[in-house]
């Protein structure tokens, strides 16, 4: 069974960057998602990534700020985010896609343990 662990994330001004990094144990995955869910919100889908690089899929409020890629060699793969926004905060997972909608919860397993990503206005 596919494990991803996360890590990346924290406290960061309006208009600021971060990187989140998601790292599988155990057999190759294929496509990958990032999700995020803020307190009272239900989990919503953010970016995902196809198992070559080639086919990225994003939020609309996010595109061009936010930029998935993955690194097959170190079975990593990464969320840039750039010029945050207050809106952005939330906790933010990876999951590895198992089949469906990229854009839903249900189509994903192996979920990471979350991490904390907070912007300040």
């Known amino acids: 069974q596919v494990q991803l662990v996360q890590s990346g994330g924290g406290l960061v001004q309006a208009g600021g960057s971060l990187r989140l990094s998601c790292a599988t144990s155990?057999?190759?995955?294929?496509?990958v998602g990032w999700f995020r869910q803020a307190p009272g919100k239900e989990r919503e889908f953010v970016a995902a990534i196809g198992w070559s690089g080639g086919s990225t899929y994003y939020l609309d409020s996010v595109k061009g700020r936010f930029t998935i890629s993955r690194d097959n060699a170190k079975n990593t793969i990464y969320l840039q985010m750039n010029s945050l926004k207050p809106e952005d905060t939330a906790v933010y997972y990876c999951?590895?896609?198992?089949?469906?909608?990229?854009?839903?919860?249900?189509?994903?397993?192996?979920w990471g343990q979350g991490t904390q990503v907070t912007v300040s206005s």
């Open positions: 155990g057999r190759t995955f294929g496509s």
């Open positions: 999951a590895a896609k198992l089949g469906g909608s990229y854009y839903s919860t249900s189509g994903y397993g192996g």
